[in-house]
């Protein structure tokens, strides 16, 4: 098993910064895909970034490019979501999420998630 906590969440205007969490716990992490995901009112969950816990195969959805960067702390099982220049269509519950087959990260199938964390950016 797999724990995810998710924090950092909050309401932001736009053009500004959010940084989110994700703190991991129970099994060795070493193998693990991690994935941001995030769900807005209505709309599907998409992915948003990714990356690999050794730090390699890190990837983005084409609208978050440029804005969001995503790193980890293997040190203390943390994943980080640094988000900035953010847009009121970037408003959704961010999840994290962790899965050992390489070959899900970019959809919604990864065996562990979050509870989520809530981003408002205000226009």
């Known amino acids: 098993q797999v724990q995810l906590v998710e924090s950092g969440g909050g309401l932001v205007q736009a053009g500004g910064s959010l940084r989110l969490s994700c703190e991991a716990s129970?099994?060795?992490?070493?193998?693990?895909?991690m994935g941001w995901f995030r769900q807005a009112p209505g709309k599907d969950r998409e992915f948003v970034a990714g990356?690999?816990?050794?730090?390699?195969?890190?990837a983005y959805v084409a609208s978050v490019k440029g804005r969001f960067t995503i790193s980890r702390d293997s040190t203390k099982n943390m994943v980080y979501l640094q988000m900035d220049s953010l847009k009121p269509e970037d408003t959704a519950v961010y999840y994290c999420?962790?899965?050992?087959?390489?070959?899900?990260?970019?959809?919604?199938?990864?065996?562990?998630w979050g509870q989520g964390t809530q981003v408002t950016v205000s226009s």
């Open positions: 129970g099994r060795t992490l070493s193998s693990y895909y």
């Open positions: 990356i690999h816990w050794s730090g390699g195969n890190i």
């Open positions: 999420a962790a899965d050992q087959r390489f070959s899900v990260r970019f959809t919604p199938n990864y065996d562990y």
